[in-house]
């Protein structure tokens, strides 16, 4: 039973919401994290999902990760204030339209 578990809880973690299926992504590695950024086209909007496996994760240094990754994928630096989420799915904008 906990392995049907385990394996449905990562199946749902590495699912990108909604409105980022079928948009473009990379994998970015920052600081030991992994995360997988989703960048929806024609916006200014990217979420990132850390997809690394860590031990009680700091928010503070997950979301410091993720704004680099996001930086990294997209190219374009996140708007101020937009930068929101937990240790597993960051939501932000960036100063650029994404292809």
Known sequence: ???????????????????????????????????????????????AHRISIEPLPSKSLTLRNAARAIEIATGCRLDDGSLEGDQAIINAEVDCILP
């Open 1 to 47: 039973m906990k392995r049907v578990l385990a394996i449905v809880f990562l199946n749902v973690v590495g699912c990108s919401s909604p409105g980022f299926l079928g948009q473009p992504q990379k994998d970015i590695e920052v600081g030991g994290s992994l995360f997988r950024v989703y960048m929806r086209s024609g916006t200014e909007q990217v979420e």
